[in-house]
């Protein structure tokens, strides 16, 4: 186990390149969301329509 | 296709072209300048700039690495299998840094003809492989080499069925090209 | 065929369908990068040069086939929103560019850490990390560009005909190690020689490429998806929809 976690003395290295990966794949998935849930309520508020219920939301989501 | 759409496409096909060729040109103009690396047969035939900060790149010849006693200062010779260049450098040396393997120094060219270099990197080929896998490749060409010695025709080698073994040895003849 | 392709077109259409596509690419991408990671950090025995050092391959590579191809989407897409006036393609190209910015920043990241042990620089000006720099700064070039107009047809228009002038980049890119001598070394995987890699490292390399192709089809559709709203805002098929969700 701890050979395998030290990577040849490389650990910096390889760990460091995948946590990175990591962090940045999770940042992608969350502004995207971010992206769309912010364009969802601007473009709601434009057609000024009232919150519609969750009845809708089934259908369209 | 209506007519606009036709015209636009061509402007942007144009506009493609147009650009590529600009830049093809201005990357063979400047060919020179972009050099990233002397090989040691560009570095004695094209002549060096003194004074300047270049790169060299080569193999480091076999058997030419002499470590001063007592300080961090090595030299060696980098070669192309063409000519060779007397190279000094004090420092750290990074990790795949050995004799045969591909390296890149960064410095300039002293009085007494050595380059002295204040920056030294590895460089590594595009071969990937399991050590077991490397040294059935290299016993198989050792043998290979022993026939030729013994005047019997150089037989594919038999020994390891993987893809990158053909491979990696074309490679190594090649090694020059990408050094 | 064509029916359906039309029926893509209708901006109400085309988000319903991106939203129930998002979980067919979502849950492969993440079997197939854990798959991949436990391979490739675990099981793929390590190089006979570089030690376990070369594991940083399979994070680094995908990203950088991902930085190149998602440039080439990019200015595809930029292409037919030019000549055809398509909302969905520049709404397409939009969604690209961040994405391809973040894996493009990832190749570098990643490149640097592979060379700082193995060649013994973080960074160097050669011909395949000097291109591929340019590839990040076009990105960026490209999202700022469109965010620099008040009116989002004519950032639109804009920014693709950067990203369209800018795809010179990639072949340069690509042959960057063949053309000019570099300090990178020359592709592994080619199309038309057997790659320079033993099967036991090459398969798990595959698996992590293919998974990150998802996990950007996964999540340009989610942004695909905002992108669709943002340009249809006003029109009458958006009341229908929760902001919550």
Excluded at chain 1, 33 to 47: G, P, S
Excluded at chain 2, 39 to 66: C, K, N, W, Y
Excluded at chain 2, 78 to 105: I, K, N
Excluded at chain 3, 91 to 111: D, R, S, V
Aim: proline share 5%.
């Amino acid at each position: 186990m701890r050979e395998f976690l030290l990577m040849d003395g490389y650990w910096v290295y390889v760990w460091g390149s995948w946590i990175l990966t990591l962090v940045v794949m999770l940042g992608l998935i969350v502004t995207a969301r971010r992206h769309h849930r912010r364009a969802l309520v601007e473009a709601a508020r434009e057609t000024e329509a009232p919150l519609p219920a969750r009845a809708a939301v089934k259908e369209l989501s | 296709m209506t007519p606009t759409r036709k015209r636009r496409l061509v402007m942007v096909t144009a506009l493609v072209a147009g650009v590529g060729l600009a830049t093809t040109l201005a990357l063979r103009a400047f060919q020179e300048n972009m050099l990233y690396f002397y090989s040691p047969t560009e570095f004695v035939e094209l002549g060096v700039p003194e004074e300047r900060t270049i790169r060299v790149g080569g193999l480091v010849a076999d058997g030419s690495v002499r470590r001063m006693p007592g300080s961090m200062t090595i030299e060696f010779q980098v070669t192309d299998h063409a000519y060779a260049v007397p190279v000094s450098y004090t420092g750290v040396l990074p990790d795949l840094f050995r004799e045969g393997q591909g390296v890149v120094a960064r410095g300039r060219i002293s009085d007494n003809g050595v380059f002295v270099a204040e920056n030294l990197m590895a460089k590594h080929d595009e071969n990937y492989m399991p050590p077991e896998v490397a040294q059935a490749l290299h016993a198989g060409k050792m043998r290979a080499i022993e026939r030729a010695q013994q005047g019997f025709p150089n037989e594919p080698e038999g020994n390891s069925g993987t893809t990158v073994a053909d491979d990696s040895a074309a490679a190594d003849g090649s090694a020059a090209r990408g050094y | 065929m064509w029916l359906w392709f039309h029926k893509l077109g209708s901006p109400p259409y085309f988000y319903r369908t991106a939203g129930r596509l998002i979980p067919w690419f979502a849950i492969p991408a993440v079997l197939l990068l854990v798959a991949g990671t436990v391979g490739g950090l675990a099981i793929a025995p390590s190089d006979y040069e570089q030690g376990d050092g070369f594991r940083i391959i399979y994070v680094h590579v995908p990203s950088a086939y991902l930085a190149m191809f998602g440039y080439v989407a990019m200015a595809i897409a930029a292409a037919i929103g030019l000549i055809w006036r398509m909302k969905l393609a520049f709404a397409f190209a939009a969604a690209c560019a961040p994405i391809g910015a973040a894996f493009t920043f990832l190749c570098l990241a990643t490149g640097s850490l592979w060379g700082k042990p193995m060649w013994g620089v973080w960074w160097d000006w050669d011909g395949r990390m000097t291109s591929m720099l340019v590839l990040l700064f076009l990105y960026l070039g490209v999202i700022a560009l469109r965010g620099a107009f008040d009116d989002a047809a004519k950032g639109d228009r804009a920014a693709a005909l950067l990203a369209i002038v800018g795809v010179v980049n990639i072949p340069i890119i690509k042959f960057s190690v063949d053309w000019w001598n570099t300090l990178h070394q020359p592709a592994t995987i080619s199309k038309l020689s057997a790659p320079s890699m033993t099967m036991d490292m090459l398969g798990w390399l595959l698996i992590m490429i293919v998974g990150y192709m998802l996990f950007f089809a996964a999540v340009v559709t989610l942004r695909l998806r905002g992108e669709v709203l943002l340009r249809e805002r006003g029109a009458r098929w958006i009341r229908g929809l929760d902001s919550r969700a």
